[in-house]
Structure formats: C-alpha cells, structure tokens
Nanobody, 122 residues
Framework: VQLQASGGGLVQAGDSLRLSCAAS????????IGWFRQAPGKERDFVAS????????YYASSVKGRFTISRDIDNNTADLQMSSLEPEDTAVYYC????????????????WGQGTQVTVSS
C-alpha cells in the first residue's frame, strides 16, 4: 500500500486546513487509515483514524472537537479537516494505515506516507 499525503501549509491560529491522504495498492491489506504527527523534538503521536469502510472513527483527546477525519471511498482518500488550529498543532503530519485498529491505544501502522508540514503561527 502506498500513501501520498498533501495539504500542509502555514496558517494562523484559529484558521482551518485540510489534509488529504491518497491510497493506492492492495486495499485488502488494510482495515484502518489515519494520521499521526510529530512536532520538533517530540515523539510521533496518534491524531485520528477511520476504518477503511468509513464507519468507525478515533481521535486523540487533544484534537477531538476540532479535527474531523473522513473517507472518500470513490477516490480512496482519507481526509483530515482541521479547524480552530493552535500553535501546538504545528508538526509534520503523516498518513498511515494497517490491518487492525489505529488509535491512542494502538498507535501503530504498517504503511506510512511521507510527511506534510503544518505550521500554525500565533
């Protein structure tokens, strides 16, 4: 499975931004797709995930209520709509997928896309 992330950029606090992850390859090898992020000097953290069917969603507590993950089944993408962005959201965001749950309790992935930088200025 190949993952291609896009949509990062520089925004101001309070702004919105949408990330997109385009997936290709053997979709029978994944059941969940989602996003992680890594801020400078910090570990990579789980952000949000969604089942490949689009039915079940998981969110990190730090983004719940501000971020929304969705699936475009026709185009094989997983999008992350980010609202009310804060400087603390500044990080490189990675798209990821695996066969099995991806969540705060299972912050793992088998497939990774390249990162996309999100910078939120105050």
């Amino acid at each position: 499975v190949q993952l291609q992330a896009s949509g990062g950029g520089l925004v101001q606090a309070g702004d919105s931004l949408r990330l997109s992850c385009a997936a290709s390859g053997d979709f029978f090898s994944i059941s969940h797709i989602g996003w992680f992020r890594q801020a400078p000097g910090k570990e990579r953290d789980f952000v949000a995930s969604i089942t490949w069917t689009g039915v079940i969603k998981y969110y990190a507590s730090s983004v719940k209520g501000r971020f929304t993950i969705s699936r475009d089944i026709d185009n094989n993408t997983a999008d992350l709509q980010m609202s009310s962005l804060e400087p603390e959201d500044t990080a490189v965001y990675y798209c990821a997928a695996r066969w099995g749950e991806i969540s705060d309790y299972v912050p793992q992935a088998d497939y990774w896309g390249q990162g996309t930088q999100v910078t939120v200025s105050s």
